[in-house]
């Protein structure tokens, strides 16, 4: 998904089933925060390579090694740089690539760090090229050149920096220039969390915000939280209100697919924007091949809402594949609608046909 584009973050940002942070979910984050390793659901990998970076730094008594964390939003990112400053004792600064537009700012930061601080740097890939530079050479020599003065004239003056932790996060590690990436000590990919894993978060925040749910309850919400513990929080939030207004308060399986059926998401996690893509592939074209402007103009929706909000979880369901011949519905999408494929679609070479890439 291209979250570079703001329009699209903010498109998807506005639906429920979103996983960019909307203002609620700003406002209410900070207390479903895991504090600690410990506390912190799934990505067992990450939790355990991380433990040994953080427990080794501490031993030698140094500052940890700079940390580079890529996925997708909602997993968590920016929870584990706390927990990362957390578990070094040290403090936290916060900040994100598009907020330092100049060389300057970053400066302005770097300089006023203490030492062991760890600076955390959302959307990384988004910064600007002088400061990404300057970066540089603060990671690796932990010093900055400030330029004073302009043309001829200009003079570079050094200045130390104490020992830090970049925590540098993007979604698309992919887009970072291959310098910087190595500049970083240690590399973690969060990945798409599965079911069991979203039902630990749903119960965890369920407690926190004093909340009855039964374990169906949880599976009902996690098997529509689309991966993401940021959905499954916000999903876990509209459940509470319709659980409160209609029933006794707490969250059992009905109550959590009666509300969600109230807010349009299905069983899988789709929403009304990724239905009516499905849709109108299924019975506008008989599940393709149909081009992506084709598809748009069918949906009432821009070409760029459906390519980068609507599709990029369809093909990750299996729901949509992208064929050089145009958008293709898969077996699994008929299924899922409730709809039979056209018979040429049903039969393995037809199939093939479809998908003949
Ligand atoms: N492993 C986890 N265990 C429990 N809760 C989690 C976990 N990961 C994320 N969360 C919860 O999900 C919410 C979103 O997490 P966070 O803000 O860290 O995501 P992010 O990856 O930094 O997102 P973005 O890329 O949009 O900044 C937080 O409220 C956090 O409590």
């Known amino acids: ?6 329009t699209d973050a903010e498109a998807a940002a506005e639906r429920l089933v979103g996983a960019v942070a909307d203002g609620e979910d700003q406002a209410v984050e900070a207390a479903l925060r895991p504090k600690d390793l410990g506390e912190f659901i799934g990505q067992e990998k990450v939790r355990e390579q991380l433990d040994l970076v953080l427990r080794a730094a501490r031993a030698r008594g140094a500052t940890a090694d700079h940390v580079l964390l890529s996925g997708a939003p909602g997993l968590g990112k920016t929870t584990l740089s706390m927990i990362i400053a957390a578990e070094m004792e040290a403090p936290i600064r916060i900040t994100s690539g598009p907020a330092i537009q100049h060389a300057g700012d970053l400066a302005a930061i770097l300089s006023s760090l203490q ?3 760890v600076l ?16 540089y050479m603060a990671m690796e020599d932990f010093r900055v050149d400030v330029i004073v003065g302009k043309g001829p004239g200009a003079t570079a003056i050094p200045l130390e920096l104490p020992p830090f932790t970049l925590v540098g996060a993007t979604t698309r590690a992919g887009l970072l220039p291959p310098p910087l990436r190595d ?5 973690a990919h969060m990945e798409f969390y599965g079911p069991a894993e979203l039902e630990r978060v749903i119960h965890r925040s369920a407690g926190l915000l004093d909340v009855g749910i039964d374990p169906t309850g949880a599976a009902e919400i996690a098997g529509r939280s689309r991966g993401t513990p940021r959905i499954a929080n916000r999903l876990l939030r509209r459940v509470r209100d319709y659980a409160q207004v209609k029933a006794d308060g707490r969250i059992t399986q009905e109550i959590a697919a009666a509300a969600l059926a109230v807010y349009e998401v299905d069983a899988r996690g789709l929403d009304r924007l990724d239905r009516g893509v499905l849709e109108a592939l299924l019975k506008l074209f008989g599940g393709g091949p ?8 069918a949906v009432g929706e821009e070409r760029e809402t459906v390519e980068e909000v609507a599709e990029p979880f369809l093909v990750r369901e299996g729901l949509l594949a992208r064929t050089p011949r145009g958008r293709v519905a898969t077996p699994a999408a008929w299924a899922h609608l409730g709809l039979t494929p056209p018979r040429s679609q049903g039969s393995g070479n037809g199939q093939q046909d479809l998908f003949g890439a």
């Open 1 to 6: 998904m291209n979250w570079d584009d703001t």
């Open 115 to 117: 030492e062991g601080e």
């Open 120 to 135: 955390f740097l959302d959307e990384i890939h988004r910064m600007s090229r002088p400061a990404e530079e300057m970066l």
């Open 183 to 187: 500049r970083f000590g240690f590399t």
């Open 290 to 297: 149909v081009g992506l402007s084709t598809l748009a103009v």
